[in-house]
């Protein structure tokens, strides 16, 4: 099949994405995330942390037209490890659709969120403090590397070339 698509000029989505999905896994589980930063080392802040950095990602892809079709990509891969993950952990069939559907309810509200930070303004710490801590207010060092971190990580993604980001050829947020 696969030369079928190739020879029709269709492109395998999972092939494309890939790179980028597993950059953003990388960063999301960072070790200064969680002993810097504060974010919780569990399964809920592991997800968190890398629902914050895949929001990035999708916030900086959507500045540019041409990319509408790898942020479906993106998504796509994401939804499939989530249900992978739950599934690893020992989540019924009956659940994960829902489990799923909770997790994707979450990452639209992040996703909100991140931009009104990220590109409107809106407060970071709050954001993060909101969706990364799930509001419990973390030690002002950890709030304050996090914030400043995460800021870079997004002036980074936003200096790359939509081509780089598509890569995975995005940098890590601490300097």
């Given at each position: ?80 490890d989530m249900e992978g993950q739950l599934r690893q ?26 931009r009104g930070a990220l590109t409107e303004n809106a ?36 200096a790359a070339t939509t081509s780089q980001v598509i ?9």
């Amino acid at each position: 099949m696969s030369f079928l698509n190739a020879l029709l000029g269709r492109k395998n989505a999972n092939r494309v994405m890939q790179p980028l999905y597993d950059s953003i896994i990388a960063e999301g589980r960072r070790i200064d995330w969680y002993e810097k930063g504060g974010v919780p080392d569990t399964l809920d802040g592991r997800f968190d942390m890398i629902a914050a950095v895949l929001c990035a990602v999708l916030i900086r892809l959507d500045q540019t037209e041409e990319a509408k079709q790898e942020i479906a990509w993106l998504t796509e891969l994401f939804v499939t490890d989530m249900e992978g993950q739950l599934r690893q952990i020992g989540i019924g069939d009956l659940i994960v659709g829902k489990r799923v559907g909770e997790m994707m309810g979450a990452l639209g509200g992040r996703l909100g969120a991140y931009r009104g930070a990220l590109t409107e303004n809106a407060s970071l710490d709050e954001a993060l403090t909101r969706n990364l801590y799930r509001g419990e207010i973390p030690e002002p060092a950890a709030l304050q590397f996090t914030t400043k971190n995460f800021a870079h990580f997004y002036d980074r993604l936003s200096a790359a070339t939509t081509s780089q980001v598509i890569a995975g050829d995005i940098a890590e947020a601490t300097p």
